[in-house]
Structures are given as C-alpha cells and as structure tokens.
C-alpha cells in the first residue's frame, strides 16, 4: 500500500511515519501488503503523483506565505481533487475544523477526518476504512489531452462533441472541457466503463445523468449545451436508462439481502 503523508510541521511528519511504520510491521506479521510511505512539506512536490498513492494524509497549519493562495490543508485537498484520480484523502484535524471546511467545499463525502494526536486505534480503525474502500474501488478513466490529464468519475463526465475529424471536446461538471485526439467510436469504448454514457450521434456522445431537457432529435445537458440526437441513435437513452433502473434494483436488492443477513445473525 503506497502511503503520502503531507504535512507542513516536520515533527507531525515524523510521528506519522513512525505510527504508519508500526502499523506497517504488524500488517506484514499479519501477511499483508507493506506500506510505502512518503512524506511531503511542500505542495508542488505532492503534486507530481498524486493519483500514486491510496492513502493521503493531509494537514496544513499555517499559509505557505502571507500571499499564498493556500491557507490550510482544505485548500490542499481541493487542488488533489481538481488533478482527480484519488483514492481516500485523510484530513488530519489539529488546528482547524476540516470537517467544517469540507462542508463549505462540498467535499465532505469524499474526505476521511482523523484529530491529532494521532491514537494508535483510531489510525488503525481509519487504516481499516481505506482498505474496505480500496476493496470496492470508484471506477475512474484517464483522459490524456494534448497539455492535461483528466482522471474521471462516471458523473464528472457531462459530454463530448467531435469538433474535427479526430478531435472531440469532452465537457465535465466543474466546468472544465479537455480536448482530445480521438473519434466518438474509441472515446466510448474507453466510457464502456460506466453504466450512464452513450452515443447520440457519430460526433457526441452524453452522460444521461446529466440531461437537463430533451425534445424530438436534440437533449440539453445540465451544462448548458443543447446537442443534437441522431435518428438511428434515439433509442440509446432509453436503453441506458433501462440499464441503470436495473443496475439500482440490483443494488437495492443486495442490500436489502445484506441487511437481513446481520438481522439473522443478531437474532442467532
């Protein structure tokens, strides 16, 4: 398991690496994986490989400087989540309230929270979590644009057009559109991933999650782009529709099974 730990006092870096080091030595007796630990004070240095790790432990006291646009370790995690690609990100609380600030971020869904000092059965409870999440990855895709990288989840992607031959324009939630070399053919193959995109054309394709509106040959994204539906392509949306009303009743149902299966096992 490949381990950052990000932190802007040294000696908070340190503990940590000593603490996830013990951790480390008891998982191997156990006959798991052995951790990798890197340890970060500077934020364009965590930056190169972010996307590397399956743990980021996160805190930042004080700004970099009086005119940095980094003031604390939310500011931190919110330029992790723009390069995408993450999987568990820990904010480590001491002098502020992370769970306050990833409130106000719209990001605490997608955080862990852990207070310093540390306790050894709290990091092992929380090393615990990210591994029962690494069990059950979050599907992500790599998009390579001519300058960026894009690392998607399924309800980042919004749409795509094709604005020449072999370039497509892909748009995502946060506003962000990346260009790409590619046909609408090979980009959908690389989407097959996720069960709520399809092609509406030979030059787009959409997100059904993110239809707006729609009317006879044309759907409006929820970004704001009306885009044309083809003739032969009409009955897509309704056949992934079909497939996510499927997919949610799966779900349900393996969670309803789930749940009566830990009833019978306190009742026994």
Request: with cysteine; proline share 2%; aromatic share 8%.
């Amino acid at each position: 398991m490949h381990i950052a730990v990000f932190d802007d006092n040294i000696a908070d870096r340190r503990q940590m690496e000593r603490l996830l080091r013990r951790q480390s030595d008891r998982y191997q007796k156990e006959g798991k994986e052995h951790f990798y630990i890197d340890l970060y004070g500077n934020i364009e240095a965590l930056m190169r490989f972010p996307q590397l790790y399956d743990i980021i432990f996160i805190d930042m006291a004080e700004p970099e400087s009086e005119d940095s646009h980094f003031k604390n370790g939310m500011d931190v995690a919110k330029l992790l989540f723009e390069a995408g690609g993450l999987k568990n990100v820990v904010m480590c609380a001491s002098k502020h309230d992370y769970k306050a600030l990833a409130k106000d971020a719209g990001l605490f869904d997608e955080l862990l929270f852990i207070d310093k000092p540390i306790k050894v059965k709290e990091l092992e409870d929380m090393l615990t979590e990210c591994e029962r999440r690494l069990g059950d990855p979050i599907p992500t895709l790599e998009l390579r644009g001519e300058k960026d990288t894009i690392y998607a989840r399924e309800n980042d992607i919004v749409c795509a057009e094709m604005t020449s031959e072999h370039q497509a324009a892909m748009f995502f939630s946060d506003g962000r559109e990346l260009s790409i070399i590619t046909d609408i053919y090979n980009l959908y193959e690389q989407c097959e991933i996720f069960t709520s995109i399809c092609p509406i054309s030979q030059n787009a394709l959409i997100n059904v999650l993110h239809i707006k509106d729609e009317g006879f040959g044309w759907v409006l994204m929820d970004n704001g782009r009306k885009i044309k539906v083809a003739f032969a392509y009409r009955g897509n949306i309704k056949e992934i529709r079909r497939r996510l009303a499927a997919k949610e009743a799966e779900e349900k149902s393996k969670m309803i099974e789930k749940v009566s299966k830990q009833t019978n096992a306190k009742v026994k």
